[in-house]
């Protein structure tokens, strides 16, 4: 069927021209179409009028004929005509297959309709000759495979699209109500304020675009959308408005803790330039801190407190320590000679247990100075601060061993104290040897530096390794070993500071390994 | 004035065992037989301004050196050092400060106000004795200020 349709409009109209202009001319059928008797006449308008108005359907008025020249007619349908049923049945039995037939040939078949309506007979004739047709046909349904097989896969692309479109849509809503629960149900504030300046361009005042659920608790202001902070504070202080000014001119995000005075609170801000640069807005998230501002101060006040008791406790200790000492030198300046042996013996030792205890003070304040220290780093070449700490030591017999050492980054002060307890260790740990040896070394252990002090001394069982690091514990008599047990739990407290672990490795009577573990430097040399 | 009534060191100090140790050290030295010895702030200043008891002073009268203990109840050295340090009448005294320990916050602040140094009272006599005297010496015999 789409066949017929194709070749009846292509060739319809040329056809239907040449035969309208012979039937024209015809002596009978000429006649019949020129002189329409006027009651037809009438009756085509009413028709026509019915037809514009829709009130009748083209189908049954159009007179119709299907024609095939076999089989004679085999369809007729008159409907509305001007002319009768014999007069359209001959016309086209009589002239117009005849016409077609001596044009294309009697092989043919001709599909032919004649309205009735026009002016004039409007003959529609196209031949369907069987090869003609079949060729056409197959030709156009191989067309029509391909376009249909286009339209299919256009459809089935648009299909597609539309469906991950609605997708898209439907994740895009989604991922909307997510950001949007977020933000209205997240602890901090957040709120997207727009920057107004004065006249020569400083930043004075803002208004309040966007807040979330938050917002008011952690500011306490109320209703804020499309109010300008200056209605609630007018006196907020300046660079507030200077940092969000400069935010949104220059696009770079800030991080930062601040006082808002008038709402008595401290903030811990982030802020970063929303949208366009010429929006001038800012948007802002931030957490009110005013809880951890007031703990912070008051730890602060109280690590002051501290301090000054430690400083006082020290003083306060030293000064009977000094009188203890330095009396019992009195004793022995002035009156010495009235005194026997055992009456200096007592008072060597009187004195040096005050010594001993001044040395302690010391030590403790030095140990609870470290916590309050700020660390500088630097970077130290461990080989020339080894050198310097060795040739500090005390008169000693033992061998040092050192290879090449590691560059670090640390504060040097603390890692050559570091250095001087452990070296001092096993200085002093050793000295009963009969050939003492000091290792130092060096190496990269999976990114982090270890520094390792070895020796061949007294060692320690390792049942009582957890008391190493701890202050004021000992693992060997003052007579055995003099000491407080302060050195090795400041190691560790200083190696803390940096970051890096201590541990330590001991058997009984061969020999200690005290390890430190540093990061490495960004840039080793 | 004469130089037979000069006072040649003026010691501070609230602790009578410190200051006995101290007196011991600069007279083992030969310092200490124009010293005085006062045991609080107030009477410092009185003396070295020539106020209440010793108003019978003279201000120009000023000590050779001033060794200010820091801590002592009432008023404390770092105040005493603030009013000997800011009259231009006695700023020029040598002022050292002894303190119980070298961590002591206060000695940037003596520094600040003024003070010329400052001696560690260590445990240890002999040190002491050396420290303050050596001071001693140090302060009054090269540094001596311009009268």
Not at chain 1, 5 to 34: Q, W
């Amino acid at each position: 069927m789409q066949a017929y349709y194709c070749v009846y409009e292509k060739y319809l109209d040329e056809i239907s021209a040449k035969a309208r202009t012979e039937l024209m001319n015809h002596p009978v059928f000429g006649k019949l179409i020129r002189d329409i008797p006027s009651e037809m006449a009438e009756a085509r308008e009413k028709v026509t009028r019915e037809l514009q108005k829709g009130a009748i359907m083209q189908d049954y008025w159009e007179p119709y004929i299907n024609y095939q020249i076999e089989q004679g007619i085999i369809y007729a349908r008159m409907g509305l005509s001007f002319y009768s049923w014999y007069e359209l049945v001959s016309l086209v039995r009589d002239y117009i297959l005849p016409y077609l037939q001596r044009e294309y040939g009697t092989g043919a078949a001709f599909q032919t309709s004649v309205n009735g309506l026009n002016n004039f007979l409007d003959i529609g004739m196209c031949i369907i000759g069987e090869a003609y047709v079949h060729e056409k046909n197959e030709k156009i349904i191989a067309e029509r495979e391909v376009i249909q097989k286009q339209n299919e896969e256009l459809e089935q692309k648009v299909t597609e699209r539309t469906l991950r479109l609605q997708d898209n849509l439907r994740q895009l809503k989604e991922s909307e109500e997510k950001y949007s629960f977020l933000f209205n149900s997240m602890d901090e504030g957040y709120c997207i304020i727009e920057m107004i300046f004065d006249d020569k361009g400083k930043p004075v005042d803002y208004r309040f675009l966007e807040t979330n659920a938050s917002f008011e608790n952690q500011t306490g202001l109320k209703d804020a959308n499309g109010k300008r902070m200056r209605e609630f504070a007018p006196d907020h202080e300046d660079h507030w408005f200077e940092i969000y000014g400069k935010v949104a001119t220059t696009g770079v995000p800030v991080r930062f803790q601040n006082r808002a005075e008038q709402l008595h609170r401290w903030y811990d801000v982030f802020a970063c330039r929303f949208g366009a640069p010429e929006n001038l807005q800012v948007a802002i998230l931030f957490n009110d801190i005013t809880t951890r501002k007031k703990t912070e101060e008051k730890l602060q006040e109280v690590n002051k407190d501290l301090e000054a008791f430690t400083y006082s406790v020290s003083h306060d200790l030293r000064a009977p320590l000094r009188a203890i000492n330095g009396y019992a030198q009195m004793l022995i300046e002035d009156h010495g000679p009235k005194l026997d042996q055992e009456g200096r013996r007592i008072t060597d030792i009187i004195r040096n247990n005050a010594l001993k205890m001044g040395t302690l003070i010391d030590d403790l304040l030095a140990f609870s100075k470290l916590g309050r220290q700020e660390i500088r780093l630097t970077k130290i070449n461990m080989d020339e601060l080894t050198e310097s700490v060795l040739k500090e030591m005390p008169p000693h017999k033992a061998e040092i061993k050192t290879g090449k050492l590691h560059t670090v980054e640390a504060d040097y002060s603390l890692v050559k104290q570091v250095m001087i307890n452990l070296i001092a260790n096993a200085l002093k740990y050793s000295s009963g040897k009969q050939k003492p040896v000091v290792e130092i070394s060096s190496k990269d252990v999976r990114g982090r530096l270890v520094f390792t002090v070895k020796d061949n001394g007294a060692g320690f069982d390792m049942k009582y390794y957890d008391k190493l690091f701890r202050v004021f514990q000992r693992l060997h008599s003052p007579a055995e070993f003099e000491g407080v047990g302060v050195g090795l739990a400041i190691v560790k407290r200083i190696i803390a500071k940096h970051g890096g672990k201590v541990w330590a490795e001991g058997i009984e009577n061969e020999g200690a390994i005290f390890s430190f573990s540093l990061k490495k430097p960004k840039i080793n040399k | 004035m004469s130089m037979n009534t000069q006072v040649e060191i003026l010691l501070v100090e609230d602790n009578m065992s410190d200051a006995e140790l101290t007196i011991r050290a600069l007279n083992k030295k030969n310092l200490a037989n124009k010293l005085v010895h006062l045991e609080n702030g107030q009477q410092a200043l009185d003396f070295v301004f020539a106020r209440g008891n010793y108003s019978h002073r003279i201000i120009a009268d000023t000590p050779k050196i001033i060794l200010l203990d820091l801590k002592m109840p009432k008023m404390d050295g770092i105040q005493v050092l603030k009013e000997i340090k800011s009259d231009h009448r006695t700023q020029k005294i040598p002022v050292i400060v002894l303190t119980s320990s070298r961590e002591d916050p206060d000695i940037q602040e003596c520094y600040r106000l003024g003070a010329n140094s400052y001696v560690v009272k260590p445990v240890e006599f002999d040190k002491f004795l050396n420290a303050v005297s050596e001071l001693g010496l140090f302060w009054m015999l090269i540094n001596q200020p311009p009268v």
